[in-house]
Antibody
């Protein structure tokens, strides 16, 4: 049974960057797409992008294009999401989630990581 | 982007009630529609995938139906642990998009 464990909470200054990790254990990592979803306080879920670890190819939502970089390290079964040029509106819980297939679409997400709170404040 | 619209946004119900939540896509998404349950401070949990398939370990009181643009999630007999927020998600095309959520509260 695969589990996804994310890195801890972060507090960042506006204009800086944050990198959140998502380590998989107990199952296959490389053969399934990993997506990143965020949730601002009291708000809904927003898909940011995904990666296919075995190929290293990432796909991003247009909204985050140019600011987000999703990578994966097959050797450590860890995916990363880096968001740059942070602003207060980026304050949110960031989740990683594993898809049931090798592609970034036409799938479903299970399991999810526990979430990482990123607070952007001066 | 495909817009997902859930209704209602909030719902009050009692234990034992039958509840239906609807989700409408702005264009056809075939059966690429998933449902998640989220409790405060927790990650979303997959309930239903591909519109009508029950995820392993999820109680059979949950069911999903629909295809194309209109979908429903039904809880046949509400239990105390079902009070939560529910989200639909389309995975037909990227960017994957979610409905705004339906908050299910105790009456």
């Amino acid at each position: 049974q695969v589990q996804l464990v994310q890195s801890g909470a972060e507090v960042k200054k506006p204009g800086s960057s944050v990198k959140v990790s998502c380590k998989a254990s107990g199952g296959t990592f490389s053969s399934y797409a990993i997506s990143w979803v965020r949730q601002a306080p009291g708000q809904g879920l927003e898909w940011m992008g995904g990666i296919i670890p075995i190929f290293g190819t990432a796909n991003y939502a247009q909204k985050f294009q140019g600011r987000v970089t999703i990578t994966a390290d097959k050797s450590t079964s860890t995916a990363y999401m880096e968001l740059s040029s942070l602003r207060s509106e980026d304050t949110a819980v960031y989740y990683c989630a594993r898809a049931n297939t090798m592609i970034v679409e036409k799938n479903w997400f299970d399991p999810w990581g526990q979430g990482t709170l990123v607070t952007v404040s001066s | 982007d495909i817009q997902m619209t859930q209704s209602p946004s909030s719902l009050s119900a009692s234990v034992g009630d039958r509840v239906t939540i609807t989700c409408r896509a702005s264009q056809s998404i075939s059966s690429y529609l998933n449902w998640y349950q989220q409790k405060p401070g927790k990650a979303p949990k997959l309930l239903i995938y591909a519109a009508s398939s029950l995820q392993s370990g999820v109680p059979s009181r949950f069911s999903g139906s629909g295809s194309g643009t209109d979908f429903t999630l039904t809880i046949s007999s509400l239990q105390p642990e079902d009070f939560a927020t529910y989200y639909c998600q389309q995975s037909y095309s990227t960017p994957s998009t979610f409905g705004q959520g339906t908050r299910l509260e105790i009456k």
